[in-house]
């Protein structure tokens, strides 16, 4: 009886361990980690590497590549699937530790007139195709994209996100079912559009989604994704399931040498800017775009975004000739293999990036500038926390060496000012082992920008409470100190956190009807109860109470105490109440969440009467001549600019412009301009001049209702065009104001009319 006991005990712990082992090796695989340069590489066009390509690609440090996997070409008879194209791919890849990430797109010509699926036999052909290529590759690491840019032209005819969501669940049902450890991911949005993106997370797509891919494309530097990245990690966590931690990843995302004021110098700074960025917002995958050049039209911006150039040479190594972008990839590679991101160290200049690296207890430096001004220079005795005694080595990104065998503490007579203060980064490789930089790199790292809700401020207290430091938290949590042991140069070390509201309050100033408005948005529509205090130049003081119902998105505020011939001061005041009785502190966010700020008004309208306005203001057809449009601009007896117009079919725009030159005093940040919106869809801009000649024109706002509508305009050139003059988008001051701009649709409207009031500078302490 006891044998047979023991018997049966080692077939059941048999069977345990048979049925086991497919439980532990039916685990999905891991996205890449981030640890440099796992999740690094390129978009590429070719499913056949020419002689010397691969290995030319994993010699500048690529270990993931994106390929369109597409429908049409391997779904040539109608149910009949041919991989072999990517199967020797995949067999290429794997040789050279190049990890796949293929794209489920675009459509088929047997279903939906070759359009992108929206019939249910469509969806339904398109997710048996996606599922039986990931039965095929199964167990092979490949992250599987559902689609490309459905956003836009992509999505033929037209985008249309009802269509997607549709198409994107039955995929991820199909592929869930037939291959349930294979990583889905979506929707590689181009940009970071958090409207596409929220109506694909309340469709349930996260449901099915291992990770959430974005092409945060623009022609700003890469450290202006920051606050975007935080703000779609706040809408994924808003809307993701419960337990799930949803990565954000950086699909496709370049710089092309042919866009004005680009070439293949400025690409190469922005490839490692944009890859370190992404790392310190935590997204584990940095796709650039493109592999090589795609032409040789040296006007084309499209045939310009690669880290090679065109030309294939088949008898030499490198098989193609290297690009800046190729020489820095590959320098980062190499300088931080192993290392990842740590945090980044303020420096008390906010267009300063110093970003520490480790690895263990050893730890690797970058060091950039997003400004294009002269700056005072700063001596890394000041910004670096290192001890008496480090030596380091400093190389450009490009990995040229600069200096090696340097001490901070002897000083010596080294010109770093050129090399500190560049776009172009450069790397800080501490020669020997620094007890500061492991206390540094012990310490807590504050993401670098934050969408505030309770549990998230409640989390990061905690944090800090747990932290065994000497320093302070600011009550906005925008940044805390740490001392450093003695006798650190610096003597501090400090981090730096953007903190957004979740529900932010945006006070937008107004001048009319002799008095100033203040309109309230409140975009979030939560109800708020709070005051607005406004504190002019004269010692006076005056407030008003602000009360926000439920639902309520917009207010306007009067405040006839404030004379319109004073600067002043305004704050706003209040909190938020949550259904569990708690309370945090709403931020005074102004429209660029500055907190206190002073305004000015421009030019009084209520000074004119209808005779005297005609004499100063005009407006003006713009855009293409051919195009036909009627425009007039009269003074209301409200004493708001009137402009009434009409656009035929094409590209056409009025401005509302001074007859005479018009200067701007001091250094605003922004102009606001509030006014009675037609609800037409056209948009509403505005153009500014520099000294030198440069011409600006902020991004502009659509009126999407009708009614009072407010909209701010940057005036520091962050978020502009430009062209003339040096055409460099520094604002060199003083600066005058050109127009106020209706931009059409290009489709034939009107007739319209906007009413003005008198636009108002805002200026920052």
């Known amino acids: 009886m006891k044998t047979k006991k023991i018997a049966l005990a080692v077939v059941l712990i048999s069977l345990f361990c048979w049925l086991a082992i497919p439980v532990v090796m039916a685990q999905k695989p891991p996205l890449p980690s981030n640890v440099i340069p796992d999740g690094l590489g390129y978009n590429i066009h070719f499913t056949d590497a020419r002689p010397g390509e691969m290995e030319m690609l994993a010699d500048s440090g690529a270990t993931i590549i994106r390929m369109d996997f597409g429908w049409n070409g391997t779904e040539r008879e109608k149910g009949i699937y041919d991989f072999s194209a990517f199967e020797r791919l995949t067999d290429s890849l794997e040789k050279h530790n190049i990890r796949p990430l293929y794209i489920l797109d675009y459509s088929n010509r047997h279903y939906d007139e070759g359009l992108s699926p929206y019939s249910d036999e469509g969806r339904a052909a398109f997710a048996k195709w996606a599922a039986a290529a990931a039965v095929h590759f199964k167990d092979r690491g490949i992250i599987w994209e559902m689609y490309n840019e459905p956003n836009i032209r992509f999505w033929r005819p037209e985008p249309k996100s009802d269509d997607y969501i549709k198409l994107a669940l039955e995929t991820g049902k199909a592929i869930r079912e037939a291959a349930p450890n294979e990583l889905y991911i979506g929707p590689a949005t181009s940009e970071i559009d958090m409207d596409f ?16 891919s974005v092409h945060p494309y623009r022609q700003k530097g890469p450290e202006t994704a920051i606050p975007e990245y935080a703000k779609l990690r706040w809408l994924i966590d808003k809307y993701a399931p419960e337990g799930k931690h949803i990565p954000i990843l950086s699909a496709e995302w370049g710089y092309s040498s042919a866009w004005g004021n680009y070439n293949d110098d400025i690409q190469g700074k922005m ?35 690669g880290t090679t150039n065109f030309e294939y040479h088949r008898d030499r190594t490198p098989v193609y000739d290297p690009k800046p972008s190729y020489i820095a990839a590959k320098t980062f590679s190499e300088t931080f293999k192993g290392f990842q991101f740590n945090k980044r160290i303020d420096c008390g200049n906010p267009d300063v990036y110093l970003f520490l690296f480790s690895k263990g207890k050893e730890h690797r430096l970058a060091l950039w500038t997003t400004s294009k001004e002269q700056q005072e220079f700063l001596s890394l005795s000041r910004i670096i926390p290192f001890e008496p005694g480090t030596t380091f080595q400093i190389i450009d990104h490009l990995g040229q060496e ?27 490789i501490p020669e020997n082992n620094d007890s500061n930089l492991n206390t540094v790199a012990e310490y807590l790292s504050l993401p670098m920008a934050l969408y505030l809700t309770e549990s998230k401020c409640k989390e ?23 001392r450093l042991p003695e006798p650190t140069p610096c003597g501090f070390f400090h981090q730096k956190m953007a903190v957004h509201s979740t529900r932010p309050i945006i006070v937008r100033p107004s001048w009319g009807e002799n008095k100033w408005f ?103 057809p713009d855009g293409d001549n051919k195009v036909g449009s009627e425009q007039s601009v009269e003074l209301t007896g409200e004493k708001l600019a009137k402009v009434t117009y009409k656009f035929e079919d094409g590209w056409k725009f009025v401005r509302l412009a001074p007859k005479k030159a018009m200067p701007i005093e001091g250094q605003p940040k922004s102009m606001t301009v509030s006014f009675n919106a037609d609800g037409s869809g056209n ?44 055409n460099d988008g520094v604002v060199h001051y003083p600066i005058r104001f050109d127009s106020i701009i209706i931009d059409g649709t290009r489709k034939a409207c009107g007739p319209f009319s906007v009413e003005f009031a008198s636009p108002v500078l805002v200026y920052g302490e």
């Not at 990061?460 to 906005?476: C, M, V, Y």
């Not at 975009?523 to 004269?538: H, R, T």
């Not at 153009?687 to 009708?706: H, I, L, V, W, Y």
Request: charged share 25%; hydrophobic share 35%; aromatic share 14%.
């Open 197 to 212: 993106l929220e109506q694909c997370f309340q469709g349930g797509l996260l449901e099915y989604w291992d990770a959430v």
């Open 271 to 305: 490839l490692p800017r944009q890859w370190m960025v992404n790392l310190a917002c935590d997204v584990p995958i940095s796709i650039w775009y493109d592999w090589h050049d795609d032409g040789r039209d040296p006007k084309e911006p499209e045939h310009h975004f």
């Open 402 to 428: 600069i200096v090696k065998n340097y001490d901070l503490w002897d000083d010596p007579e080294i010109d770093l000012e050129q090399a500190i203060y560049s776009d172009a980064p450069i790397y800080v």
């Open 460 to 482: 990061l207290n905690d944090l800090l409470l747990e932290q065994d430091w000497d320093g302070i938290a600011a009550p906005q949590l925008q940044w805390e100190r740490f």
């Open 518 to 620: 203040f309109g309230i948005d409140n975009p979030s529509g939560d109800a708020f109860s709070g005051s607005l205090v406004i504190n002019d130049s004269e010692g006076n003081t005056s407030f008003r109470i602000v009360d926000l119902k439920e639902g309520e998105t917009h207010k306007t505020v009067p405040f006839p105490l404030v004379r319109m011939d004073v600067k002043f001061h305004v704050n706003l005041y209040g909190s938020e109440t949550h259904d569990d009785d708690n309370t945090i502190s709403v931020f005074p966010l102004f429209p660029n969440n500055s907190g206190q700020l002073s305004f000015a008004l421009f030019d009084d309208f209520s000074k004119y009467d209808a005779a005297s306005f005609a004499e100063t203001w005009q407006v003006l």
């Open 683 to 726: 948009r509403i801009g505005m153009r500014f001049a520099d000294s030198k000649g440069q011409t600006f024109q902020p991004k502009n706002e659509p009126m999407t209702r009708e009614g009072r509508q407010y909209v701010t305009f940057d005036l520091t050139g962050k978020d502009t065009s430009h062209w003339g003059g040096p």
